[in-house]
């Protein structure tokens, strides 16, 4: 698992590629609507576009966002989105709805990150474009991307209006107040204010909590009303209920690690547990495209992320290491400041744009391979004033020789 002890400087930005997505159906015409978001720490632009069904284009614009996109909380943003007018709650449609749409893949796109801004799965994608088990795409290729359900018939339908009730969960083993707001779609300030937890938000297996701000349809069945994750760091660590322990370990390479940085390791790895997250095969994936995008090797990236993680979005060390590229919190915000927006760690696609974009920095200049793979796991002041210690000469043979698997 990376250090990353050391890394402290900012450099650079990113800038996203924009994608286009045509969708044609027989019926209402669409209208663009806007929605209102609050800004919460560890929003992204990037994250909000998936939430909200948008794209990161048009939130900028909306907001007159700079070209690194910067956010910050507490800040209220307009979110265009596109929605069917109307203002009945009965409509009735037996014409065909053709759900499915074509994107050219630009430098940066995964079949996951597809399936999430178009809200449709992975299978699907890869069916509909004969991709085949290894889920490749190329830049330039135009995928059709199919809805949910294909092409449906609309059958007379009447919409019961959308109530705010509470829903009760009995609390057991790896739970925490962060993983049930992000499940419910409600937030940690609003679980501890219905169940009367106190500052210290502490929860017990077994306990039966009343979580509030939970959005029902017709069946009055629970749906998450919302996909925002919250990291933990030893600094919010109060914000989050400490139940979750025992995930993650105390100690690593004969290092133990302070209680507050466990414990906020122990919250990131139940949070993770909580939410779905890509495949290996899809986090690889996202490697590579990241790489390519920054002019990084991306042997040197997939060896990196397969060295620190295997691949696996939901590995959180001891440091508080976190996801595919095992980044700590405080090199997250070094490498947001590196692309110019504000990167989550516990979101797959930021989690590898900011070790990514350290590797970037790293290997700046055509800087000495050993000292840019030591750099990324000892940290660079740490190499530059110490030297490369024994664990840091194994990481760099290793990922050396990974390398020649990627290459």
Known sequence: MGRQDHLKRAAGAAVAAGTAFAITATGAIPAVAADEHRVSPGDTVSALAVKYGTSVKRIVDANHLDSRARIYAGQTLTIPSLTASSSAKTSQSTAAVTTSGTHKVASGDTVWALAQRYGTSVAS????????????????????????????????????????????????????????????????????????????????????????????????????????????TENNLDEFATLASGLVGDSFAGRTYAAGVVGAANQNKATLNSISVPSRADMQSMVVAAAKRYGVDPALAQAVAYQESGFNMRAVSPANAIGVMQVIPTSGQWASDLVGRDLNLLNPVDNVEAGVAILKHLTRGGRDLDIAIAGYYQGETGVAKYGMYSDTKQYVASVKAHMKRFG
């Open 125 to 232: 994608i890869v069916k509909a474009n004969s991709l085949g088990s290894s889920a490749m795409i190329r830049i330039g290729q135009t995928l059709t991307i199919p809805g949910k359900g294909g092409t449906v018939t609309a059958a007379p339908t009447t919409s019961a209006p959308t109530t705010t009730a509470s829903a009760t969960h009995r609390v057991s083993s790896g739970d925490t107040v962060s993983g049930l707001a992000v499940k419910y779609g409600t937030t940690i300030s609003a679980i501890v204010k219905a169940n009367s937890l106190g500052s210290n938000a502490m929860i017990r297996i077994g306990q039966a909590l009343t979580i509030p701000g939970v959005s029902t349809g017709a069946t009055g069945g629970a749906t998450p009303t919302s996909n925002t994750v919250t990291l933990a």
